[in-house]
Structures are given as C-alpha cells and as structure tokens.
C-alpha cells in the first residue's frame, strides 16, 4: 500500500517540507567529493534531488511511493526515478553518495539490510548521509490530538489535522495523521517509524563496512544525548 497515496496531500509535502539547511548540507557534501553519481533513497518529490543533477552528473532517485514518483517525474530533469525500495538499488560499486534524507530511513524496518544494499552500491570512499530522530528526545509523545490540532488553508482546500498516536513498543513508533477535508471527508494515514538509538545505528553501519561520524544537526553541531537530530557521515571503508 502507498503510504503517500493521496495525490493532493503529496502536492502539500514540498510546503510542509521545504529546502533547508539538509539539503544545503548533501549539496555542498557532493560538491565537495566531486560526486559524478549519486543515489537518493527515499527521494519523494525529488524537490532535492533535481536540484543535485548537474552538469554531466548520474542521479537515481529510489522510492516506494508510485504517487509520490509521478510528482516528481512531471518536472523535467536528468534524475533516473526508480519505483522501490533500497532492495531497488544495485550493488554497481560506483556511487559517490548515497543519501536518505527526510528520516526516511526511520520507515525502514530491516536497516542492516538497507545498510549492506547501499555498501554495495558505493565506491570505495564513497559517502552515505543519512538523518533519523534521537530516541532520547521522546518525540512521539507530542504526537497527540491535543498537541497537534489546528486547520489551515491550502492550496488543495481547507484543512484539519491532527496525530493520533497509537502504539510505542521496543523503539517502534505507530501513528495515525488525519486530514479532514470540508466536505467531511477523513482521509487517514498510518505511520510506522523506527527509532534507533546513535549507539544501534553506527554498529549497523560499521558491521556493513563504513567508517561513521555522527553530528546533532545539518549544520554540523556536535552530537549530544540530548541531541533531538543525529545525522550520519559514514565512509565505505
């Protein structure tokens, strides 16, 4: 099932999710490695990954979302936008950089798979950067009606949302985001997040070959316990 089915909300995820200081980040990083290929898994509308394609470079962007790859493909690039998931990519050995920004990572249960799929991929040297919430920070539990409520006005219609959160056992986070239309239609969708803590997620990515640095934040601050973001730099070793 598409997690990202509804068209109209997939038109909301570029104003809800804009360019930032993680996108200023993968794109400088690529610059600075002189990346000639690289792979965004998890890419969604492709608002960063267009913006990597230049010059003569080779970029793949890899996602399970259909709706969300139909989006991305109606604005013209040079992106290869491959339907999937990291079993999607091929052990080519010839990334430069891979990346898996928006906590995309989270959504995926079996991370040491992703993690060997992704070695496979890149070079010797090559870089995968990657984002995903520190459990520390307990974010779900502002995950709620009362915390979340509000309405606004959008390009496809008034809005009502809220979270609803559902289960939290053994680092695995479920919740529902409802989106209430005015003609009373309640589209609701269910997220499953894995929080992982900086201790688990390096092990993991040691054990599949890559030499890791750990930072609190896209802008290159220190990594703390009380840290609300961890951000990955790992070299395959």
């Known amino acids: 099932m598409d997690p990202y089915g509804d068209e109209k909300l997939v038109e909301l995820y570029d104003v809800d999710n804009p360019s930032g200081s993680d996108h200023d ?14 792979v965004d898994l998890g ?14 470079r080779e970029v793949i962007g890899v ?26 990519i091929k052990a080519t050995g010839d990334v430069d950089l891979a ?6 990572v989270m959504h995926i249960p079996d991370l040491p798979a992703a993690l060997t799929t992704l070695a496979g991929a890149l ?6 950067v990657f984002e995903s919430r520190n459990p520390e920070a307990r974010a779900w539990e502002s995950w709620t009606r009362e915390a979340t409520y509000g309405e606004r006005d959008t390009p496809v219609g008034h809005l009502t949302e809220w979270l609803d959160l559902i289960e939290v056992a053994d680092g695995r986070v479920v919740f529902d985001a409802h989106n209430l239309y005015d003609d009373g239609r309640d589209d609701v969708y269910r997220t499953e997040l894995y929080f992982r ?3 688990e997620i390096s092990d993991a990515l040691e054990a599949a070959g890559f030499a890791v640095q750990v930072l609190g934040g896209w ?7 009380e840290s609300r973001l961890m951000v990955f730099r790992a070299e395959k070793a």
């Open 25 to 38: 980040f993968v794109r400088a990083l690529a610059d600075s490695l002189g990346a000639r290929k690289i």
């Open 43 to 56: 890419c969604g509308t492709g608002l960063l990954t267009r913006t990597l394609a230049v010059g003569d």
């Open 63 to 88: 996602d399970p979302s259909p709706t969300m790859l139909n989006y991305a493909r109606r604005t013209p690039s040079t992106v290869t936008w491959i339907d999937g998931d990291h079993s999607a």
């Open 99 to 104: 990346l898996s920004t928006g906590n995309s």
């Open 123 to 128: 070079r010797t040297g090559g870089v995968l």
């Open 197 to 199: 803590s900086a201790t």
């Open 219 to 225: 802008r290159g601050e220190a990594f703390t316990p």
